[in-house]
């Protein structure tokens, strides 16, 4: 399949450079040139980024399109000869209609200096209503912009996700929408960073797609997450500077800096964040045996440090009016630390304490990220026709370390070696992980009401893990190699794929049908305990997806949809390498497969005078092979001697059904006052029966968010943010409700609001944390874990530069320019 993938991408791309050197070449004798230049009529300078469109005169239909230049220049080389009106439309000024003929005698017109007079209603306009929502809502795709998000300054992604609708981020960062897991995009292409691990400042926008076509990655049961980063179009020098400092021992600072030319664009970005906290967490347990029952009660408690740099550099180089090559290089960094202390108290059956255990249980982890994109887009002469490719490599490495010591006592405090001998290990690892990914993607506008898209993919990851784990022997007081916390492993996954998809309409109606097709094969090797390998290789997977559409009078519209999806098994969810501490541990499992599921959304959009939206979403997600977390009684042998544990994998259960409503309600209150709700209710039923006679579980949970924006005087800006979370329901227990409020003012300083100070306050209540309760065969378990999260972060963020370099450049822009060049 690989192959075919290499040789359709090699037949495309000679397609298209076929093309391009056709419309290279000389031009037919039917066909003319159109250019002239726009200027403002009152200051005489250039007008750039005004709508420039050819109307056919007959019946004013659009031709073709185009925005202005930094200099102002339009150009169209290749129009049928013809009468036609050419069009100019732009936020501030009245529309300018021209009327021009094509013929062979006149087949290159100059149009001329077309003067854009301003128009005083539309700019008054642009002064209440031109600012950027905070969020934005489509019956297809929701997007979030981050600068709005006052609370998430100074933080990282996992920040950010917090405040998005419909998205839910637990303690550890792991995200789920609408009680599913999302696929993570960054610019729409697969990462090895983690979200915590990207700051929140170098994010623009999150979009977020529940229920994608046949386009996108069938990867995803709950659809996808793509986190856009920062890329400045504005013409001239500008950039940013922030910087900033919490009560949680925390600092972060950061610099963007954009040079927009004619023929290029350079950005340059780079961000740091130290962050410091403290972590605790307490396990209850009870321990049901054949003749007694004993508890366990352990605790946890330390600190964590985050530290990270984030670096990115971009080139876009805009060769002609048709193509344009961008590069961009991204290199980060950072070192993660977890110290804890460890106490451990052995109960009896009257849960009386018996004895007890202390120790440390620390860990370490050093990162580093490489990330290269290239990529290429080509415009036909036809609006809407191009052929884009894409090139992203992500490599990444490793270094890890661990210590942990651990030694029990009678409640005398005599040291003892019964019913566990003394631990007492360290372990060092390292690894790198290689991730390419490699697209091209065409899209045809067939007519005014129809488009055709196709697109080949191919993905590959590589995983290289070593970690050696040395136990103390007490005996002879040496150190050797524990073999069960130990792991030499490497894996391998590629994905090939492609797609098709028909976007047509009748009227008010419109539908779009996709198909995806994807080949998988994937590989592991555990070195480190003998022979102890796999390889799976999944035939060709067909991801159908429908989307129908209909607009009704009234600016409201109802969509019903249905995808495909798949959810692969993850790097960690196949490593089989155990992780244990205090009689408590987990591991991958190398036999998971996939999960499939079949999507179902109805969605019905109402706009209310353009200021109240409402989006009501009825979703039925059915999943086979359903991938879930499995806990059971087992014995260890650890540093050569028994232990008695729980041991938690993940597991392929039979079903997974889930079905809810979503409703999201933005609010434009006042001018001053928006209001965004949303509230997702949503019922889910595990069915495990093939793991264990009549395991299942049931129930009905659902979680909201409210984000309230206020403009004050002074230019102050306050927004308050809350989420809920009922209960969630898991294969063998529950996770308990929790809540979070978050609040921030921002004042802006200086004549054009340049310079932003802001203060947050975020989980103002500390309510965030995780509590889970747990039932096997036999045991009860209770956990509760609990990261520092009620921070006061104080930043300060300083725009800076021109943002039109045109005046710089106006002798020179203002010279006549050979049209044989575009």
């Not at 193509?323 to 290089?329: D, E, G, P």
């Not at 255990?357 to 036809?382: E, L, V």
């Not at 047509?504 to 097709?517: E, K, N, V």
């Not at 260890?636 to 232990?643: D, E, F, K, P, R």
Request: proline share 3%; hydrophobic share 30%.
């Amino acid at each position: 399949m690989q192959k075919v993938v290499t040789l359709c991408l090699g037949m495309t791309l000679s397609f298209f450079f076929h093309s391009y050197a056709q419309q290279s070449g000389s031009k037919p004798a039917e066909t003319g040139v159109l250019y002239g230049k726009l200027v403002d009529a009152q200051t005489n300078t250039p007008v750039e980024y005004a709508s420039v469109s050819i109307l056919r005169s007959a019946d004013s239909t659009t031709l073709t399109g185009m925005l202005s230049k930094t200099n102002g220049d339009f150009n169209f080389p290749e129009i049928a000869f013809g009468k036609y009106l050419v069009k100019v439309n732009f936020i501030g000024y009245e529309t300018v209609y021209k009327t021009v003929s094509l013929n062979a005698k006149a087949n290159s017109i100059d149009v001329g200096n077309i003067k854009l007079k301003a128009n005083v209603r539309s700019l008054a306009g642009v002064e209440i209503v031109g600012e950027k929502p905070a969020y934005t809502m489509a019956i297809d795709k929701r997007v979030f912009n981050v600068e709005k998000s006052l609370s998430s300054i100074g933080g990282t992604a996992t920040d950010v996700l917090k405040q998005v609708p419909s998205v839910s981020v637990d303690i550890d960062g792991n995200v789920s929408v609408r009680n599913g897991t999302p696929t993570i995009f960054v610019d729409g292409r697969p990462t090895t960073l983690t979200l915590d691990q990207i700051p929140a400042d170098a994010i623009a926008n999150i979009e977020v797609v529940t229920n994608p076509s046949a386009k996108y990655d069938a990867e995803g049961v709950s659809g996808i997450l793509n986190i856009v980063l920062k890329k400045n179009r504005k013409a001239g020098i500008n950039g940013q500077v922030t910087a900033g400092v919490s009560t949680l021992g925390g600092v972060n600072g950061g610099l963007d800096l954009n040079v927009r030319r004619e023929k290029y664009a350079v950005s340059l970005s780079w961000n740091m964040r130290n962050r410091k906290g403290a972590t605790n967490s307490h396990l209850f347990r009870k321990n049901i045996g054949t003749d007694t029952t004993t508890y366990l009660d352990q605790y946890n408690n330390g600190d964590n440090t985050r530290k990270f740099q984030f670096g990115r550099v971009g080139f876009d180089w805009f060769a002609d009016n048709r193509n344009t090559i961008s590069i961009s290089q991204g290199i980060m960094g950072g070192d993660f630390n977890d110290y804890s202390d460890l106490t451990l108290y052995n109960l009896n059956e009257q849960q009386q304490q018996v004895r007890f255990g202390t120790g440390i249980d620390n860990g370490t982890h050093s990162w580093r990220n490489y990330t290269t994109q290239m990529g290429y887009k080509h415009t036909f002469a036809k609006q809407g026709h191009e052929l884009t490719a894409d090139f992203t490599y992500n490599y990444a490495t490793s270094k890890d370390g661990s210590n942990y010591d651990l030694q029990y006592y009678t409640m005398d405090h005599v040291a003892i070696d019964t019913p566990n001998q003394p631990e007492n290990r360290y372990g060092a690892g390292k690894g790198n992980t290689t991730y390419l990914t490699g697209q091209i993607d065409y899209v045809n506008p067939l007519s005014e009401t129809s488009k055709l898209e196709a697109g080949l993919r191919t993905t590959s990851r590589i995983f290289n893990n070593k970690l050696n784990t040395m136990g103390k022997d007490f005996s002879s007081g040496n150190y050797v190699l524990d073999s069960s916390l130990s792991n030499d492993y490497h894996y391998r996954e590629t994905i090939n794929a492609a797609y098709v998809s028909y976007t047509g309409s009748a009227g008010s109606f419109g539908y779009m049908a996709g198909l995806r097709a994807e080949q998988s094969n994937y590989n592991g090797e555990m070195k480190s305990i003998g022979k102890n390998n796999y390889e799976i290789k999944y035939p060709i997977s067909l991801f159908p997806s429908l989307f129908l559409s209909q607009k009704f009078k009234g600016d409201h519209e109802v969509q019903l949809n249905y995808s495909r999806r798949v959810r692969r098994p993850w790097f960690r969810d196949l490593l089989p390498d155990l992780q244990y501490s205090a009689q408590s541990a987990s591991r991958g499992n190398p036999a998971l497969r996939p999960e499939y599921t079949n999507s179902f959304e109805m969605s019905y959009l109402k706009d209310f005078n353009k200021k109240h939206n409402v989006l009501v979403s009825l979703y039925y997600r059915n999943t086979n092979n359903a991938i879930t977390d499995f806990s059971t009684d087992t014995v260890l042998t650890i540093n050569g001697q028994s232990q008695k544990v729980v041991l938690t994998y993940p597991v392929n259960a039979d079903t997974r059904n889930a079905y809810g409503a979503e409703f999201t309600v933005r609010d434009q209150i006042t001018s001053y006052w928006d209001v965004t709700t949303n509230l997702n209710l949503f019922q889910t039923k595990i069915n495990a029966g093939n793991l264990q006679t009549n395991l299942s579980n049931q129930g009905f949970a659902w979680f909201g968010k409210i984000n309230s924006n206020t403009k004050l005087p002074y230019n102050l800006s306050l927004q308050v943010t809350g989420n809920y979370e009922s209960k969630q329901i898991l294969p063998q227990g529950e996770r308990a409700s929790k809540y979070t409020v978050d609040m921030a003012v921002r004042k802006e300083f200086l004549k054009k609001r340049t310079l932003a100070v802001s203060l947050g306050l975020n989980d103002i209540f500390n309510t965030d944390r995780t509590l889970s309760y747990t039932t096997t065969d036999l045991s009860d378990q209770e956990y509760y874990r609990k990261r520092a999260s009620r921070e006061l972060r104080l930043n300060m963020s300083w725009r800076f530069g021109k943002m039109d370099a045109a005046k710089k450049n106006k002798k020179k822009e203002d010279q006549p320019e050979n049209n044989n060049d575009i």
